[in-house]
């Protein structure tokens, strides 16, 4: 087992490698593991992020990958780490093939699992006709026929929102709109339709979307179609080391629990991203990387001032917890 490594980060998604930068530049001895799973990758590009908007999310993170080969204290691996442990000198995590790496610090990056409802003809659409965020896709099928997949209040605000995109939009509410009368007025007055037909599919060449199939064997021309989504942990490891989860709102289902320098409540494990709850974007999951990084580069600088003022029996004043 190597136990050099100042901090492993699990994860090269936009979080893991914008830490993964900045503890570079820091000089800091890291590991990077990385199971290739960014959940955007099906995207076919990445909206809203300012110097990169549009770009294909695989080339984005190959330059994140190539500006972190000019550091030399940072290794990136492929694979994927399956288990973690805590003990007195450190965090101990398990790669999948049975390899044991030890760290100081260990940022859990590992994204999360966004689950959407089961309706035939998702999967193939997922992150292009068919997605969860509109300011995410909005623009790339502006005045289209837009359909949202839902109902009651939370339908309610999602085509209201979509309204910023087009002036075509329907709620498929897929059963009952569960609507009370001034929801349903607000509706009215946006000028977005109601369709209660049950849903049985959506229609479309490939990856393309023309129509909801309704089970009476009705259609609906549709171009683009928001769905909800809840966020569930991807990987175990939080877990495994007893951080706090908690639900945040009814979107992220058990984020790990961070303090504003983005520790996670078990002592040498921080958390950004996806998997702590954050605004879900690309530029969210870079800033909390990079800050979450930081606060690392601190915590090891303190501690290793400290154990050498203990070594030399010059007991300090404990410095904040970084
Ligand atoms: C379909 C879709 C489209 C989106 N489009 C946009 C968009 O256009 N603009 C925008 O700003 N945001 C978009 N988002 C949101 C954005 O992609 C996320 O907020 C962002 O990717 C979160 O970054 P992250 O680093 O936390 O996680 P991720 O990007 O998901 O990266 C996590 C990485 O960790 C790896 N990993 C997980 N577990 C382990 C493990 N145990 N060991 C090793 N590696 C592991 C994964 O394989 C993955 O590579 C989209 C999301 C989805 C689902």
Redesign the pocket.
Known sequence: MDTNWECIV???????LSAALVLGRARRRTLV????????R??H?????LGHDGRPPDAFYAAGREELAAYPAVELRS????GAERDDDGIVVELAGGRRERARRVLL???MD?RRPELPGIEQR??RSV???PF??GWEVRDGALGVLDRGESGVRRALLLRAWSDDVTLYSNGPAELDEDEAELLRAAGVEIDERPVAGLRGPGDALTAIVFEDGGERACAALLVPVTLHQ??P?AEQLGAELASKGPLVADAIQVDEGFHSSVAGVSAA???SGQM??????IAAGSNAAAMIVHGLMNDYAESAARAASRPVRTAPSM
């Open positions: 699990v994860g090269a998604g936009a979080a893991g593991i990385d199971a290739g799973e960014q959940s955007n099906v995207a590009g990445i909206g809203g992020l694979g994927e780490i399956v990056a590992p994204g966004y997922w992150g997605f969860h965020c995410c896709h991807r990987s490891l991203g996806d998997a879900q974007s690309v530029a969210n999951a």
